[in-house]
């Protein structure tokens, strides 16, 4: 039997996503119609013999919380459940503080993933190498980033006959491996062993410290001695830390349904808008038939579109209203907000740089060194109204706010 873990952080984290992540935690924000998790949970549930998903944070349990639980359950067939932690743990020590639950059961092995990620997640290819290896403690899937880029992550450097692992460091400050950990893990029971022993050291010299981080604490521990290995994949990864890497993951999950969910893809039809490329429409909302959407665009329950709109690598949350004749590019716009009519919305595409060879999406920080605001996609919070005939750019908008005129490069607040 096998279990995962999604480790979905707390209410310290996410900061990057602001102001979106005021209103609903971060891993519940919807990318390509659905909560980032429910991708990972869609992935696990492909799994064969994977019987349940704990999910581990230090959030509030909140009405949204509660209800994406009850609504997965249903839906997915499988036990799925919130384990609080009391404070941040780090990522090893809500493992460590729940290994009793995580091991009930006996499961053969247990995947952790980041929640803020995307990917195809090759589980069931991580399953096959790691049953391969038979002292091996953890597999963790990774990926190539450029030079430069590696740096921000967790990098490794591997045996390439044997792809033990054999020296990582977490965000190294000088190049270490262009091959970087992509935050996704399977790990054999036995890894609570290694953690029990930070633990224990914690204890001696450190007794406030309650956080155990497997990046800095267990990995390190684990090298060279044939328990560590790495599941490369070609296929597609990125992290989820700005709002702007929201829009970036929106166009990879789209383009994954072609392959998992050709039904959640619109396509042509009578009354239906023009459809350009990859496009998600919930069955709830009321897109006119004159409008046009597309390439990457998400567009979510009870959301109205008026005629002559043209709307383009973009999300529309729940609710929001698009009004007649009005341009949205590069921007999400926020729960039940307004754009009136022949308004122009408008923000700064943020791709990984297509120039460089497994170049990863920047993590957008939000003003640049100097001080001034870096472009970046437009953000309208919850509950903004934007008015008839204005242009707004390369801007973010706090929630409930009523613009009167037009903006540019700036936060709204
Ligand atoms: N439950 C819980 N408790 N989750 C946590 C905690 C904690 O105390 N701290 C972090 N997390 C969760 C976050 O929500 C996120 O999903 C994941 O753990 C990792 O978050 P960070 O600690 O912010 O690390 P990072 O994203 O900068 O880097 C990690 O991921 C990269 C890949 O995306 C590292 O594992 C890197 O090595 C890796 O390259
Ligand atoms: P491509 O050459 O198609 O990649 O477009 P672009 O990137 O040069 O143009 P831009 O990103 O400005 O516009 C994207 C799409 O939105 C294009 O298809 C434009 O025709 C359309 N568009 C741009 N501005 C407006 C506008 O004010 N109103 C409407 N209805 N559509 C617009």
Request: proline fraction near 7%; aromatic fraction near 8%; hydrophobic fraction near 35%.
């Amino acid at each position: 039997m096998l279990k995962a873990i999604i480790l979905i952080g707390g209410p310290l984290k996410g900061t990057r996503f602001r102001p979106l992540s005021l209103d609903l935690p971060k891993p519940l924000f919807p990318v390509a119609g659905f909560p980032i998790i429910q991708h990972h949970i869609e992935a696990c549930q492909k799994v064969e013999g994977l019987k349940e998903i704990l999910l581990i944070g230090f959030y509030q349990p909140s009405d949204a919380f509660k209800t994406f639980l009850s609504r997965a359950q249903q839906e997915f067939h499988i036990s799925i459940r919130y384990l609080q932690e009391y404070t941040s743990l780090g990522t090893a020590g809500g493992l460590y503080h729940f290994r009793d639950v995580i091991q009930s059961g006996n499961p053969e092995c247990f995947f952790v993933m980041n929640a803020d990620v995307c990917s195809d997640f090759p589980l069931t290819e991580m399953v096959e190498s790691h049953r391969q290896r038979a002292h091996a403690c953890c597999t963790m899937m990774g990926t190539e980033a450029s030079r430069e880029q590696a740096l921000n992550y967790g990098c490794l450097v591997e045996n390439t006959d044997t792809h033990e692992v054999l020296h990582y460091v977490e965000k190294p400050g000088t190049f270490v491996s262009s091959i970087i950990n992509c935050g996704v893990y399977l790990f054999s029971p036995e890894v609570f062993k290694h953690i029990a022993t930070v633990f224990a050291r914690h204890q001696e010299d450190l007794p406030s410290k309650d956080s155990i981080r497997l990046e800095q604490d267990i990995f390190p521990m684990l090298t060279g001695d044939s328990k560590l290995y790495v599941h490369k994949t070609q296929n597609f990864w990125s992290q989820i830390k700005s709002a702007g890497s929201a829009i970036y993951a929106n166009r990879l999950y789209l383009a994954l349904y072609h392959k998992t969910h050709p039904d959640r893809l619109a396509a042509p039809g009578e009354g239906m808008p023009t459809i350009k490329g990859d496009v998600y429409i919930h069955p709830s909302a009321n897109v006119d038939s004159t409008a046009v959407l597309g390439p990457n665009v998400t567009v979510g329950a009870n959301v109205t579109i008026g005629p002559g709109t043209r709307i383009r690598e973009s999300i529309i949350l729940d609710g929001a209203s698009i009004q007649d004749h009005s341009c949205i590019l590069h921007s999400i716009v926020g729960w039940n907000s307004t754009v009136g009519a022949w308004t122009r919305v408008e923000g700064t595409p943020s791709d990984p740089n297509p120039n460089i060879p497994f170049a990863k999406l920047d993590s957008g920080e939000l003003f640049s060194e100097d001080g001034r605001l870096n472009p970046s996609i437009t953000i309208l919070g919850r509950n903004v109204t934007i008015p008839p005939e204005v242009i707004v750019l390369n801007s973010i908008v706090l929630p409930h706010k009523d613009l009167p005129h037009s903006y540019k490069n700036q936060i709204i607040l």
